[in-house]
């Protein structure tokens, strides 16, 4: 991605008079407004809004609007001058007055709100966004919805709505309020006593949450995994069916924890449960379970995990899982947490593992039972190896170390399997995928309003992320690729990888080793670096069960976890099912970005450098790049000549022909390179803040002649 800030060099380097409103840059807030005191050159003095005085740049200050209204514009392409500060201050204008939502151009932006705003959900709202033409109302969720609906059935075209964001940026909330709003539109009776299809989707929520969503330290209900929600309707718009997939869950989270984080929420509404189903899972308090008590955070402020228990369960009838199911799947739930509280010790044989007390052969026993498979089994299953060589069958002994290993190796394929998940290398991929995609559209979308207005116009180049794709998926020659060959390779190891990989993209500009690490490598994605360790790469990369686990629980008596573990041919294959992630964006698609202001997760406050980052990382100041790069700021003729026609009085006189008018006052104010579209005048960047300049040169003029 190109460095933000050349961004506005063009709007920078017009001089700007004396008495001009500017932004300046700001450590503590990102950026200051003010006013320009004096011009020495290219140095510029400003008295800022604070009281204090500073002198920068001439190219590092901005021209601030000082007719932009004081409650913001809701569509950044409406501010007069687009640049970084500008962008920024409106955000911030309208959040404080409880107004979330702002589009930049067909990009809805949605700031998390950390407070419940019950009017703008209504059904009253609903009714008002349906058929209204996308921007006439306020931004919302609902008018993007809307867009979309209408779209698919007047084009027949399937549509995709994108939600982004970063942990506890509201992509949850976001998404809800679309399916709340496809539900209104495609909705349908449901026949007597069942329910209806856009009930199930939505009531698919509190079960995806109880599985896959966890307390972190950014948001208390953190969805960790991917979802992607389809909702199929008929020929007459009405939803005829819906799938929620989901992908990536992350899974260390199921036996490693580290304060003050939770594990999955249903491990804890499991022991919350009513007493029938405590004792029949042989449950107890959750302190008492390893996999539970690594932290000290067991409750949630304002939330009951009992009462979420008989939630979940309700939601789970909703969606279809019948008791027998829901039954089998806390019966998993409850036997991982005994499986945690399997400790080992020393064996007879040199290097063995028996479990290590009375209190571990019950968590055994209660486990076996739980997965209905044979406790022997569970047993050498944690604690032997069996090694098949050409000649003859070696049964190894694995150490106390190694046996809890096995252990934890079996609690999260199963919970996973349970959640049918991929890796947290992969979603960093996904996202990427979707940010090419993304810089696709909004330069389309752009090409799309020149050619309307029937304006000239050259290719205009912009950087995409082609070159991390590559990186990574490159065959042959990508880090997969390469991961797949170290894997086929009995006697690579984590470090000889990491060599490779350091040779082979040594001058990659997208990768680097972080200084001091011996296999750690650093992708620099476009939402920042990431750096990953090799050493738990190549464990994941092979995402095998261990033999002796699959054949355990493939000869469950529980048809439900035989059911998780299918035979090899009996399984999809794992390469189909991700590469089709990206290959689901190809519908039209639509964008919403979520937006945290401050990661105290409190209401009203708005953190400058925080949300900027998150716009300059989420592609928002990339799409504003991309129109900057064009003519972005856009003016219907007679705004345009309600704002400039004092700079050229008599271009007025007479004439109706507004078109005429606006090129007679282009001409006599000599601007270049500016476009005539059919409907509006089109400039470029910076030229706006160039013919305000003159507007208050001339005020000034004037003041100083009446004077
Ligand atoms: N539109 C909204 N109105 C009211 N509260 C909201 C809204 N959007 C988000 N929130 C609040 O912010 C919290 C976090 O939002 P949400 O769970 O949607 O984030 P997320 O982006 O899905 O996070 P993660 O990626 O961690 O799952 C919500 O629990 C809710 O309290």
Not at 547 to 558: D, M, R, W
Request: net charge neutral; proline share 4%.
């Amino acid at each position: 991605m190109g460095n933000p800030t050349s961004l506005y060099l063009q709007a920078a380097s017009i001089s700007l008079p004396v008495g001009s409103l500017v932004w300046v840059e700001d450590p503590d807030i990102a950026w200051i407004d003010g006013e320009i005191l004096e011009v020495n050159g290219s140095d510029i003095k400003v008295l800022c809004n604070s009281g204090k005085t500073v002198v920068v740049k001439s190219s590092n200050v901005y021209a601030k609007d000082a007719e932009a209204p004081p409650s913001g514009v809701d569509d950044m392409t409406k501010l007069a001058y687009l640049h970084e500060p500008g962008v920024l201050h409106n955000l911030k204008a309208r959040y404080d007055i409880n107004e979330i939502y702002t589009y930049t151009g067909n990009i809805l932006i949605a700031v998390n709100p950390f407070r419940r705003l019950p009017h703008l959900y209504d059904t009253h709202m609903m009714a008002q966004y349906k058929g209204a033409a996308f921007g006439e109302l306020s931004p919302h969720p609902y008018a993007v919805a809307d867009a979309a609906y209408r779209l698919m059935i007047n084009d027949g075209v399937s549509q995709s709505i994108l939600v982004s964001g970063e942990s506890g940026a509201g992509k949850t909330e976001s998404t809800k309020q679309l399916m709340r709003y496809l539900a209104y539109m495609g909705g349908r009776a449901a026949a007597e006593g069942s329910r209806s299809v856009e009930q199930q989707v939505l009531e698919s929520n509190p079960v995806l949450e109880a599985f896959g969503n966890a307390k972190t330290v950014r948001n208390n209900n953190s969805s960790r995994f991917g979802k992607f929600v389809e909702i199929q309707f008929d020929q007459k718009g009405r939803i005829s069916g819906a799938a929620v997939r989901t992908y990536l869950l992350e899974r260390s989270r199921v036996c490693q924890l580290s304060d003050p984080e939770r594990n999955y929420h249903c491990f804890y509404m499991l022991c919350a449960a009513p007493p029938e189903d405590i004792q029949r899972f042989k449950l107890d308090n959750p302190r008492t379970f390893h996999y539970l008590n690594q932290t000290n955070c067991y409750e949630l402020n304002g939330v009951d995990d009992g009462k979420e228990y008989l939630a979940t369960r309700k939601a789970m009838d909703v969606v279809g899982i019948n008791s027998e199911e829901q039954d089998a799947i806390f019966q998993v739930v409850a036997a991982i947490l005994h499986l945690g509280n399997i400790e080992f010790a020393k064996g007879k044989e040199i290097d063995s593992s028996v479990p290590k007390n009375e209190k571990s052969w019950f968590h055994l026993k209660t486990a076996a039972e739980l997965f209905m498979c044979d406790v022997k089994a569970l047993e050498d299953s944690l604690c032997k190896r069996v090694i098949v060589t050409r000649d003859e069958t070696i049964t190894k002994w694995l150490d106390p170390e190694a046996a809890v290993t096995s252990r934890d190796a079996l609690a999260k394929i199963v919970y996973s399997r349970l959640f049918d998940c991929f890796e947290q290398f992969c979603i960093n991929l996904t996202n990427e995928k979707l940010q090419q995609h993304f810089n696709q559209h909004v330069f389309k979308m752009e090409q799309e309003e020149y050619t309307k207005e029937e304006i000239n116009w050259s290719y205009i180049e912009f950087i995409d992320n082609q070159d991390i794709l590559d990186l990574v998926e490159k065959k042959p020659g990508g880090i997969i690729a390469l991961l797949d060959e170290a894997c086929m390779f009995p006697r690579s190891t984590h470090e000889t990888f990491a060599q490779k990989l350091y040779q082979t993209f040594k001058n990659h500009k997208r990768f680097c080793k972080p200084k001091l690490a011996r296999s750690d490598f650093t992708i620099c994605h476009y939402a920042g670096d990431v750096t990953y360790q090799t050493e738990l790469f190549l464990e994941k990369n092979k995402d095998y069960v261990i033999a002796e686990h699959q054949a355990l629980l493939n000869a469950s008596k529980c048809s439900f976890v035989s059911g998780l573990f299918p035979t090899s041919n009996e399984e999809s294959s794992k390469q189909s099912k991700f590469s089709s992630i990206g290959s689901r964006f190809k519908a039209q698609p639509h964008y919403i970005r979520c937006v945290k202001p401050n990661n105290l997760l409190k209401p009203a406050i708005f953190e400058n450098n925080n949300v900027l980052q998150q716009l300059r990382c989420g592609g928002v100041m990339e799409a504003i790049r991309i129109s900057m790069a064009g003519y972005p700021t856009r003016k219907p003729f007679y705004e345009f000549l309600d704002r400039f026609g004092i700079l050229s009085p008599e271009v007025l006189d007479g004439s109706t022909d507004e078109v005429a008018a606006c090129k007679r006052l282009l001409e006599k104010v000599g601007l270049q390179g500016y476009q005539i579209g059919k409907t509006k005048v089109f400039l470029r960047a910076g030229q706006m803040a160039e013919l305000d300049a003159r507007r208050t040169e001339g005020n000034l003029l004037g003041m100083y002649m009446r004077a």
